[in-house]
């Protein structure tokens, strides 16, 4: 079975720019999260979908970025314009509990945006 | 001020060492506490998680929550080289779905 699959792995971009990430969760997975580690910080939370709605968007950091999942399936996670303090490794998680239990989070290997 | 405090590290061991791994947090309302491993490059993935007080033993790794202290621990016994990565722990409520980290431990442990 294919794990949680991240794209592009890497990208390279100009301040100001618009960078679209893209996440492919398990298979039957309903909860699909957004993270973002920021260099020598933790991961943090950005928002968490059930199927296509936003369950929470509370880490979002502004309106800058825009997160979607068309038809429950994969999401895309959108930043427009790109700002240098934006660079950081983009984690996506899927999961197939939410709250009964841990919900143990399958993460993928991470989209890395370096904004210069 | 963070609501979850992970023991920075990096720490290095010899082959064989108990490793222990420690985080506090000022939360308490949570009640799921997470270690995740996490290799260079790759995302982290779980080790185990725990519910509530107490200890979980799973192989090698023993993880213990004390809610009184608000502080949690990984031990790792024997530890081997395919040990060394970055240890992350992570918490959450009951009902919720995010998890709030640590900063992660790097771990190193020599043959």
């Known amino acids: 079975e294919a794990g949680v699959t991240q794209f592009p792995s890497h990208s390279v971009i100009e301040k100001g720019q618009t960078v679209t990430l893209r996440c492919d969760p398990i298979s039957g997975h309903d909860n699909l999260y957004w993270y973002r580690r920021v260099m020598g910080k933790e991961i943090k939370f950005l928002l968490h979908f059930v199927k296509e709605s936003k369950q929470d968007e509370s880490g979002m950091p502004n309106n800058r970025f825009l997160a979607e999942r068309t038809g429950g399936t994969y999401s895309t996670l959108k930043v427009q314009p790109a700002e240098l303090e934006d660079s950081g490794v983009y984690f996506c998680a899927s999961s197939q509990a939410f709250g009964l239990g841990a919900g143990e989070l399958f993460f993928g290997e991470g989209s890395r945006l370096t904004v210069l | 001020q963070k609501e979850v405090e992970q023991d920075p590290g990096p720490l290095s061991v010899p082959e064989g060492a108990i490793v222990s791994l420690n985080c506090t947090y000022s939360n308490s309302a949570f009640q799921y506490f997470m270690w995740y491993r996490q290799y260079s490059r790759k995302g982290p993935e779980l080790l185990m998680y725990t519910y509530s007080s107490g200890n979980k033993e799973d192989g090698r790794f023993t993880a213990q929550v004390d809610k009184s202290s608000k502080y949690i621990s990984l031990f790792i016994r024997d530890s081997q080289p395919s040990d060394s990565a970055t240890y992350l722990c992570?918490?959450?409520?009951?009902?919720?779905?995010?998890?709030?980290f640590g900063d992660g431990t790097t771990l190193t442990v020599k043959p």
């Open positions: 992570a918490m959450k409520r009951t009902n919720a779905g995010k998890s709030t």
